[in-house]
T-cell receptor
Framework: IAGITQAPTSQILAAGRRMTLRCTQDMRHNAMYWYRQDLGLGLRLIHYSNTAGTTGKGEVPDGYSVSRANTDDFPLTLASAVPSQTSVYFC???????????FGEGSRLTVL | GQQLNQSPQSMFIQEGEDVSMNCTSSSIFNTWLWYKQDPGEGPVLLIALYKAGELTSNGRLTAQFGITRKDSFLNISASIPSDVGIYFCAGQLRKDTDKLIFGTGTRLQVFP
């Protein structure tokens, strides 16, 4: 059982480049989320999707975009990466809009 | 935005000791959850609490939903080396509606 798969596991990126972090779940969960984790700041919500075809902004959405074309996939795009977007990014899903989230293993992104 | 104050920030304990950590807020929450993150992995749900005063156990872990609904506590009894990791509290202001707000985490180190 894969659960949530994120790719890439890690990436070093030059500032100004475009980057898409991929997230796929096989649990048929309705809701999906993207969080970033920074030392001392915990997990902060970037964007979310309550169901396929809908998305919403979280606490720190600036510089990021998402799409939810189907139930399984929820990619996160950085249109023009900046060093402050250096972080570990976690994708998560939940069956409904509850607090019981299932997380992927994370994507470590370094922007130079 | 909303903040959850989680303490302590870190703990260094000896194997066999009991551990207590807590999470407080100035806002009333309707759901409290506790997650654990092992090194290099995504957070995993430990315990979910849905009613004020609720006390729930999961093996050696016990969590409580504070009676004021503004706090929650997690206790680990007889710690073992595999308890090492970061523990996050998370709260949901309105069940099934609002997104989770995460605390900043408690880093636990267990020495043999």
């Amino acid at each position: 059982i894969a659960g949530i798969t994120q790719a890439p596991t890690s990436q070093i990126l030059a500032a100004g480049r475009r980057m898409t972090l991929r997230c796929t779940q096989d649990m048929r969960h309705n809701a999906m989320y993207w969080y970033r984790q920074d030392l001392g700041l915990g997990l902060r919500l970037i964007h979310y999707s309550n169901t396929a075809g809908t998305t919403g902004k979280g606490e720190v959405p600036d510089g990021y975009s998402v799409s939810r074309a189907n139930t399984d996939d929820f990619p996160l795009t950085l249109a023009s990466a900046v060093p402050s977007q250096t972080s570990v990014y976690f994708c998560a899903s939940s069956r409904t809009v509850t607090g019981e989230l299932f997380f992927g293993e994370g994507s470590r992104l370094t922007v130079l | 935005g909303q903040q959850l104050n989680q303490s302590p920030q870190s703990m260094f304990i000896q194997e066999g000791e009991d551990v207590s950590m807590n999470c407080t807020s100035s806002s009333i929450f309707n759901t409290w959850l506790w997650y654990k993150q092992d090194p290099g992995e995504g957070p995993v749900l430990l315990i979910a609490l849905y009613k004020a005063g609720e006390l729930t156990s999961n093996g050696r872990l016990t969590a409580q939903f504070g009676i004021t609904r503004k706090d929650s506590f997690l206790n680990i009894s007889a710690s073992i080396p595999s308890d090492v990791g970061i523990y996050f509290c998370a709260g949901q202001l309105r069940k099934d509606t609002d997104k989770l707000i995460f605390g900043t985490g408690t880093r636990l180190q267990v020495f043999p």
